[in-house]
């Protein structure tokens, strides 16, 4: 049998979108299966978030040097850790990595003989994400020409150089028709696709916690939101609806970090900031909002769920295959503000045995496709299907 590999440079922690939280999961699924796929963390958090007390303004040489410094990091980071890397991975013969710039280093290590799986997990293509970070960071609107074609180069690359993909789903690898290189890089290789799973936590929740925390009874309507403050999250979509919101007295609760002076000034408005018990917000809710503009595969979309809860999102990525499963899950047209305002008052005007209906249906949903086991046992299911020549 074929010894794998799960990779990732960078942080594994619980609590974490993206392919942290991916894997912790996936990790303890696979070990509560008795699996023998290693999941292997290198390096420190090789993300490229900025805490809010670190952003800052800088003159355009720093700018410059900061985009040389990426550029030249990401092209040789194969050099600077080749060895050890090599050390660490020479004994597998497939390794599964989460990100672009992770497949791209470790095709470039010779030595190494491992087929190469990969699961990007970006809602944008890495270029942009990247520019996006900087010009946050710098506040500034320099567009990072060096740095762009660098970067386009690093993603193409890496699809070309792997052997195969694992997706969440159809829909979520169909976003990526639009990155760079993907549709030429994945001709005539193998894709499996595989639910990502979470905890079971609904035994854990302490109902009415964050309701208390922001004087709400169980009357009040009560929509959440959970993520980066973002414009790919969508949360300015929310922003400019705030008056809406207040109009129909419905009471937003955001959890994630936020910029004080950026947030609406408006009785209905309440940030947490972060929190680790997600489980106990998502159980206060009426509705889950998430309202990306472009989506890849969320996994707060699967925990509303996993708590019977009814959640409203975009008619993109994954949460259209979820939505052909689930019910509970009601999609919008990303490209219509009004179409969201209607889905939103409609959820709130069910009557209570329509709600608990769809609720119902969230929770099975979970229980049916997306437990950690169910994750797990799917997950080596794909990966062993890999190299059997089914080409989707």
């Not at 694992?166 to 001709?187: E, T």
């Not at 400019?240 to 419905?250: C, G, H, L, M, R």
């Not at 949903?365 to 046992?377: D, G, H, K, M, S």
Request: a positive charge; charged letters at 25%; aromatic letters at 12%.
């Amino acid at each position: 049998m074929k010894k794998v590999a799960i990779f990732r440079n960078g942080e594994i922690l619980e609590n974490t979108g993206g392919p942290s939280g991916y894997l912790y999961i996936l990790k303890s699924g696979l070990k509560r299966v008795n699996s023998n796929i290693q999941v292997i963390s290198f390096g420190k958090k090789s993300t490229h978030h900025v805490k809010k007390e670190t952003v800052q303004k800088t003159n355009f040489i720093s700018i410059m040097m900061q985009e040389l410094y990426s550029c030249i990091s990401i092209l040789f980071y194969h050099k600077k850790n080749g060895k050890r890397l090599y050390n660490l991975l020479k004994d597998f013969d497939v390794i599964h990595v989460h990100s672009v710039e992770n497949a791209y280093s470790l095709s470039k290590i010779r030595k190494l003989k491992a087929d190469i799986l990969l699961t990007p997990h970006r809602p944008e293509p890495f270029c942009q994400e990247a520019i996006n970070i900087l010009t946050n960071k710098y506040h500034v609107q320099y567009s990072f020409p060096l740095l762009k074609l660098i970067y386009i180069y690093v993603e193409a690359k890496a699809y070309k150089a792997v052997s195969g993909f694992i997706f969440p789903s159809k829909g979520a690898m169909n976003i990526y028709k639009r990155f760079p290189g993907f549709s030429k890089g994945r001709k005539g290789k193998e894709v499996q696709y595989v639910l990502t799973g979470v905890a079971d936590k609904a035994s854990l929740y302490q109902k009415g916690k964050y309701r208390h925390r922001f004087s709400l009874n169980d009357d009040d309507k009560v929509l959440v939101y959970v993520g980066r403050h973002s414009s790919i999250k969508g949360y300015d979509r929310l922003k400019n609806n705030a008056d809406f919101f207040q109009k129909n007295q419905i009471n937003l609760i955001c959890a994630g970090e936020y910029d004080d002076q950026s947030i609406p000034q408006k009785k209905i408005w309440h940030e947490c900031g972060y929190i680790e018990d997600v489980y106990n917000l998502l159980g206060d809710a009426d509705v889950v909002v998430v309202p990306n503009r472009n989506t890849y595969f969320d996994l707060i979309i699967i925990e509303a769920l996993s708590m019977g809860k009814i959640v409203l999102s975009t008619n993109t990525g994954g949460n259209l295959d979820i939505s052909r499963l689930c019910k509970g899950l009601i999609l919008f047209d990303t490209e219509n503000e009004a179409d969201f305002k209607e889905k939103l008052l409609k959820i709130f005007s069910l009557d209570c045995e329509k709600k608990t209906l769809l609720e119902r249906q969230s929770r099975e949903f979970y229980e049916n496709y997306c437990t950690v086991e169910q994750f797990a046992r799917n997950y080596i299911a794909a990966v062993e299907k890999i190299g059997e020549g089914n080409k989707n």
